[in-house]
Antibody, heavy 118, light 107 residues
Framework: EVQVLESGGGLVQPGGSLRLSCAAS????????MSWVRQAPGKGLEWVSL????????HYADSVKGRFTISRDNSKNTLFLQMNNLRAEDTAVYYC???????????WGQGTVVTVSS | EIVLTQSPATLSLSPGERATLSCRAS??????LGWYQQKPGQAPRLLIY???NRATGIPARFSGSGSGTDFTLTISSLEPEDFAVYYC?????????FGQGTKVEIK
């Protein structure tokens, strides 16, 4: 079964940092681009970032460019999102998802909650 | 950035009725549009890819149509488990964007 499972969320103060992880299983991880999508409380979905299968290319939403860095470890089937200089508006459930380049986001993990507050 | 506008915001229907959801793009996305279903407290699930193709395991009562800027998701006969929020998403351009969602609620 294809699965992705996020971890690393939590409460952080404005200006702080957090690193999210996403463990993938059930598919050849190194063959697929991977993405992060977030959902603020009571709001819709916002694509955050994508990394190519090799890790050589990355794309970011303007709202996180320069603050967030996506990376992956294909030897460990794991995706990461390093989030720096966090703001209150970054508070959301962060989902990891397979795909995003030439395919859609499928499947999604259960999400990890990030709360930015003093 | 391509803006996706979904309508209506809320659709109030009874089980067994037909649901028709719309997604309009601010510029052409060809057929590169997908639909997702999200239930409360759950992650989104892919229903339709490339405008009209059902994802694996999706029941035949879900269908998608359209191309260019106008797209439709149709649920032919609503089952109790279909009451949820539905999002469209384009993969034609960067950044990838989602519509704001349509909530299908029980009337």
């Amino acid at each position: 079964e294809v699965q992705v499972l996020e971890s690393g969320g939590g409460l952080v103060q404005p200006g702080g940092s957090l690193r999210l992880s996403c463990a993938a299983s059930g598919f050849t991880f190194s063959n697929y681009a991977m993405s992060w999508v977030r959902q603020a409380p009571g709001k819709g979905l916002e694509w955050v970032s994508l990394i190519s299968n090799s890790g050589g290319n990355a794309h970011y939403a303007d709202s996180v460019k320069g603050r967030f860095t996506i990376s992956r470890d294909n030897s460990k089937n794991t995706l990461f999102l390093q989030m720096n200089n966090l703001r209150a508006e970054d508070t959301a459930v962060y989902y990891c998802a397979k795909g995003g380049y030439n395919i859609y986001f499928d499947p999604w993990g259960q999400g990890t909650v990030v709360t930015v507050s003093s | 950035e391509i803006v996706l506008t979904q309508s209506p915001a809320t659709l109030s229907l009874s089980p067994g009725e037909r649901a028709t959801l719309s997604c309009r793009a601010s510029q052409s996305v060809s057929s590169y549009l997908g639909w997702y279903q999200q239930k409360p407290g759950q992650a989104p699930r892919l229903l339709i890819y490339d405008a009209s193709n059902r994802a694996t395991g999706i029941p035949a009562r879900f269908s998608g149509s359209g191309s260019g800027t106008d797209f439709t998701l149709t649920i032919s006969s609503l089952e109790p488990e279909d009451f949820a929020v539905y999002y469209c998403q384009q993969r034609s351009n960067w950044p990838r964007t989602f519509g704001q969602g349509t909530k299908v609620e029980i009337k």
